[in-house]
């Protein structure tokens, strides 16, 4: 928490950046070196494909074989209940993938299109997918926070971290650090979130993490990796 601990000025100069933001050319080299700030999507998949791995699992390819003997055994009805049981089985995973990329989408849309910062030591609208750590931003009611940064100045600042935290309560957030020590990341009074929101008041901000970097980055990351639990039919095939 090295952000919320060191001094606003300190921390710019760590950053390589200024009070009145960057320069565009410092902008577009940190930008190259640091990537677009978007949460990480892996590339889209067929459907054939998804469907696939829930077919050819190791499970599914002894169900497979346990229904082909059944058939080749004079079982036919034995044979097409293990068939039923592997494509339930497969449709379940799918289901299970599709919902976790549903979630996903669903916290991107929690995202800003377009954000203000200080470039050139102007105010500017820019995609909020060019900003970079070091980045001066601008915040009012009823803006999204595009990135983690840590609060230089603030007048009545009020937050929403539903998003992050399930509290629909807002919070207060201005320039000054938490009092007490061991204050945890989410409760410290001078960071703000990307995917948050700003309920009322207003504030300037210098961005320190972006994209798969920021706390939401994190919890996005966490509902794209769909972890299959075992089926008790699987669990006992397994102990066999």
Request: hydrophobic share 40%; with cysteine.
């Amino acid at each position: 928490m090295l952000e919320a601990a060191i001094g606003s000025r300190d921390l710019i100069r760590e950053l390589g950046s200024t009070p009145s933001g960057l320069t565009s050319e410092q902008a577009a080299k940190l930008l190259r070196q640091a990537g677009p700030n978007k949460i990480p999507e892996g590339r889209p998949k067929p459907l054939y494909l998804r469907l696939l791995p829930h077919l050819t699992n190791l499970f599914a390819i002894l169900l497979w074989v346990a229904g082909g003997l059944s058939l080749v055994g004079g079982m036919p009805q034995l044979a097409y209940a293990v068939f039923a049981v592997i494509l339930i089985n497969a449709s379940f995973s799918f289901v299970q993938e599709y919902k976790a990329e549903r979630a996903s989408q669903a916290l991107k849309d929690l995202l800003p299109k377009m954000t203000t910062v200080l470039r050139d030591g102007q105010s500017v609208r820019v995609n909020a997918e060019e900003l970079v750590p070091g980045d001066v931003i601008l915040l009012e009611s009823g803006d999204a926070v595009p990135a983690d940064a840590r609060i230089l100045e603030s007048a009545n600042l009020m937050v929403n971290n539903s998003s992050l935290t399930g509290e629909s309560e807002s919070v207060s957030r201005s320039a000054e650090a938490s009092d007490a020590e061991d204050v945890p990341l989410m409760d410290q009074r001078n960071l703000i979130f990307m995917g948050t929101s700003v309920v009322s008041g207003t504030c300037r901000a210098v961005v320190t993490h972006t994209g798969g970097d920021t706390q939401f980055g994190k919890v996005a990351r966490l509902t794209q990796e769909v972890r299959e639990d075992l089926s008790p039919l699987q669990k006992q095939i397994a102990g066999v």
